[in-house]
């Protein structure tokens, strides 16, 4: 599993990215009562916007990581905004996506320089 700066993550599953939010930035926000995913089939560039997340606290945009191809996302977090705080680095992934440039991955932080990260 890799990390960026804006507190995603990101895990391969059989050639397929899956990306999510951190514990971390699921706490700063406090309790998610909203999701706006990316429809699949979608091309995202590395960067762009592609998710809203709101809280009782904030509005926040999720970014895509990498380039590639929305594969699939995880209606149930928009069913339930709640699953965001319950599990954040499980069941609660927000896409996946298939993708077409994984140059920027060696620029993501492990867990260790993660926890550093956020010290």
Request: aromatic share 8%; hydrophobic share 40%.
């Amino acid at each position: 599993m890799k990390y960026t700066e804006e507190h995603e993550w990101i895990r391969e599953e059989d050639g397929v990215y899956v990306v999510g939010i951190t514990e971390h930035a699921s706490e700063q926000l406090g309790d998610v009562v909203f999701v706006e995913l990316p429809e699949e089939g979608t091309e995202v560039t590395k960067d762009e916007d592609i998710c809203v997340i709101e809280s009782v606290k904030a509005a926040s945009d999720i970014l895509a990581p990498l380039d590639g191809e929305i594969v699939e996302v995880n209606q149930a977090i928009v069913d339930d905004p709640g699953k965001v705080n319950e599990d954040p680095l499980g069941d609660a992934w927000f896409f996946k996506m298939k993708v077409s440039d994984l140059s920027p991955m060696d620029d993501y932080m492990d867990e260790a320089a993660y926890k550093k990260f956020i010290g």
